[in-house]
């Protein structure tokens, strides 16, 4: 099965990649020329609509099954914030640095420095969402930056089971604990189920 991840993001084409290489059934490759195709704007509230707004558009363009996924950081102590701001956090274009930067600074003198990732990804084909999946994993937020594997927020998020930040692990370690890790996973036992059978 032939399956188009809808990213230009290669942290998470990295992580999506590492996964596809276990699965002998499933071939998982770049939408054919993401970069080219005419953006879509993020204009959900939440993940689920985010990710359905850029699953329903790009899958437009292929008449294969193309994937979306939408994340972010989530926040306690800033009300949830960067939440589906996280990439633009500090701007539109805005470095995973300055993003880091801001993240810092606005939790400057925090005690409660709890936060999650959450991640959901819509399966769809031509212009029709035929599912969404979620993952979401717990850790807070350190006070420096910690590893240099990953992206965006990795190295100030402190995974306790771990004892590391998740820019302290590798793909291979990350993925299957991560919010995108577990998304991808039901993703899989979906197409594997009857759900998928008929596609
Ligand atoms: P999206 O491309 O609009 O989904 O933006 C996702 C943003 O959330 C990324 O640019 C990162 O800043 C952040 N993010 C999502 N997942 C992760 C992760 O696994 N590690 C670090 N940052 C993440």
Redesign the pocket.
Known sequence: MLLFAA?S?S??MR?FALAAADLPDCEIAPLPGFRELPAVE?SGTT?EE?ARIKAVHYSGFTGELVFA?????VVDALDGA?G?Y??R?AGGGAS?AA?NHLLLERLRGAEDRTAH?E?VIALARQGNVLATFEGSMEGSILHEPRGTS?????PL?FHAPCGRT?AELTAAE?FPI???GQAFRALLRWLNRGDGARL
């Open positions: 990213t993001n942290g998470k992580e993020e993940f985010n996924e939408d994340s972010g950081l960067p589906v996280s990439a956090f995973d993003n990732f991640c990953g992206f965006g927020y990795d998020f998740t990350k991560s919010h995108r």
